[in-house]
């Protein structure tokens, strides 16, 4: 059983539930992203359960979605910026880019396990593109007001 510092013990449940990881990429795989580690790490079975599998397909579809949808509005919104959104669109670009190489590679996996295809789900597209409606929206207000 894990301990804190203190030394007293954790709860393996809540141990768990605090070692989650968080919906955004590391800024070292923004950087230089390692496929042989990211692949090396996903085909560990005893840690990388099918259902982490599965939600991390998805999770990456989302992100490459919201990816594309933050490189489309920021050249869009080039010529109204002056050209400073372009550094949005590196970001994006780049963003998109690992998105793809870790989908990709998770798909793979997926299909090593001998597990059928997923289906693409529609709020896996929708909801970051209406995130990202909704935050260009509050910009707009904003830069408005000033």
């Not at 080039?78 to 998109?96: C, F, I, Q």
């Amino acid at each position: 059983m894990p301990q804190t510092r203190y030394g007293h013990y954790i709860p393996v449940l809540f141990y768990e539930c605090t070692t989650f990881e968080p919906f955004t990429m590391g800024l070292e795989d923004l950087l230089e992203f390692d496929t042989s580690s990211y692949r090396k790490k996903i085909s560990n079975r005893r840690t990388y359960s099918l259902d982490e599998l599965r939600t991390n397909i998805y999770r990456k579809r989302s992100q490459s979605a919201g990816s594309s949808f933050g490189l489309g509005v920021s050249i869009a919104a080039a010529p109204a910026s002056g050209g400073a959104s372009l550094v949005g669109a590196v970001y994006s670009s780049r963003k998109l880019l690992v998105a793809c190489q870790k989908l990709e590679l998770l798909e793979e996996e997926w299909t090593d396990r001998e597990m059928e295809k997923l289906n693409h789900r529609l709020r896996d597209v929708l909801m970051p593109v209406a995130v990202g409606t909704a935050t260009m929206g509050v910009r707009i207000c904003f830069s408005r007001a000033y």
